[in-house]
């Protein structure tokens, strides 16, 4: 009889199955040392610039997020506060600071933001183990790599935002939807109730009993949370009113025309509107109803890809959901800085997967987010007073957005829906050795 390999086990005597093997730290790969260090280096920098309450970054949780929570606390949500433009679910990150009554308010909300983007960074190391058998084994760390460098070019603006929580639920959504659609749909669903986007990520579970399954459980954990919250808290659905007000907010699509249009004498004027700076003046109701007529568009094509689409590969799931929330990102009234939060998370997910199409994509997000902190905080002032140098970074921005949407869409058309071209045969015989062989 031949003798069996003793089962592996941790350091703590409990049997390890499976592709993952517990290693020595002073085994690791380089690769996995490097990742780690950088990681805390530059989180070590994000944190100090947010810390001491007076950034740029931290103003939002220091003033608007802390009063909303000493609203939430009462039962009712922000009725007639017109910055409150968020699904009712928003209110568990308003509220999650207040589990750490030893720190303050801000200390709080960004050590959850910090925990958020630690676990993050985990899961995508765990997908790269469990994709390549061990780092030790393959190289593909893309995903990871792309989220431990990106987030940082935002400066301290991930840690003073509640978009890092909603994106962590939608990258494990996304995650889990191939071979757990009812996981991945609850995740979405309840991502959908606190900042809508992430119900968008489930437009590619292949056709059949998954996306019956994902798009069920979306639709039902969703609910359930928005009748928990209705219970619980006054005023869920105020929020729809502040939204249906919302303009052409300066950093937007529509937003960088008219930027342009100031140049060349636009009368146009920047105020504080519904919660964000907008513009106001002649044509801008013209630019919101282009806007809105874009995002319909949008989702139109998206359809149209839902039912052309033939071909599903492992990859196809992560490339819709990031050409999704792509398109709707892009064609939005308002591009806050925050929402390339969103982006490089889903980059990070297709750039886990083998044969992900997004690569370029990826590239030009990453692009797009240096920019924007070229544009916020760097030149927030200057966008607000108008100038040929605001006017070039902000359509620099966004014309790499656009350029990104358009590059996913296009890519993911070609992999899924476009045929795939015939190999030619050769029109000469072989002869020689070569045909004797």
């Known amino acids: 009889m031949v003798a069996q390999a003793p089962t592996p086990v941790t350091p703590w005597g409990i049997p390890q199955a499976g592709p993952f093997r517990w290693t020595n730290p002073a085994t690791w790969p380089r690769e996995a040392l490097a990742l780690t260090g950088y990681w805390l280096a530059s989180r070590l920098v994000m944190i100090g610039m947010i810390r001491s309450g007076k950034a740029e970054q931290a103003i939002e949780v220091h003033r608007t997020y802390h009063q909303w929570y000493e609203i939430l606390v009462q039962g009712h949500f922000p009725t007639g506060d017109v910055t409150w433009q968020y699904p009712p679910g928003a209110a568990l990150a308003m509220l999650a600071p207040g589990m750490l009554p030893f720190l303050s308010y801000l200390q709080a909300f960004v050590l959850l933001m910090l925990v958020t983007d630690a676990a993050t960074q985990a899961l995508l190391v765990r997908v790269s183990l469990r994709r390549s ?51 991945g749909g609850v995740l979405a669903g309840i991502g959908a109730m606190v900042k809508v986007w992430p119900a968008l990520v489930v437009l590619g579970t292949p056709r059949g009993r ?49 930027q342009v249009a100031r140049l060349f004498g636009w009368p146009g004027e920047v105020e504080q509107h519904y919660g964000s700076l907008e513009f106001l003046g002649p044509q801008v109701h013209a630019v919101a109803t282009a806007s809105l007529a874009l995002t319909g568009l949008a989702f139109g094509w998206l359809l149209l890809w839902r039912f052309k689409a033939h071909r599903w590969q492992p990859a196809t799931p992560y490339d819709a959901a990031l050409t999704a929330v792509l398109l709707f990102t892009v064609t939005s009234r308002v591009i806050s800085p925050q929402y390339l939060i969103w982006l490089i998370g889903l980059c990070a997910v297709c750039l886990s997967v083998r044969g992900s199409s997004q690569r370029p994509t990826a590239l030009l997000v990453l692009l797009s987010t240096g920019v924007t902190t070229i544009d916020y905080p760097l030149f927030f002032d200057a966008q607000i007073a108008g100038g040929w140098q605001p006017a ?46």
């Open 210 to 258: 998954g996306t019956r399954q994902a798009w069920t459980t979306l639709c039902l954990s969703g609910l359930a949370l928005l009748l928990v919250l209705c219970t619980l808290f006054d005023g869920a659905f105020d929020f729809l009113g502040a939204q249906q007000g919302r303009g052409v907010e300066i950093e937007s699509l529509g937003g960088s025309a008219l």
């Open 133 to 183: 058998g061990g780092l030790h084994r393959g190289r593909s760390t893309a995903g990871a790599w792309l989220w431990a460098l990106a987030l940082p070019l935002l400066l301290g603006l991930p840690y003073g935002r509640y978009d890092l929580p909603v994106t962590a639920l939608a990258m494990a959504s996304v995650l889990l939807l191939p071979s757990r659609p009812k996981h």
């Open 392 to 437: 070039v970074v902000i359509v620099l921005r966004n014309g790499l957005l656009l350029a990104a949407a358009l590059c996913a869409a296009g890519r993911l058309w070609r992999a899924s829906v476009s045929p795939v071209a015939a190999v030619q045969p050769a029109t000469q015989p072989l002869r020689g050795p070569i045909r004797a062989a």
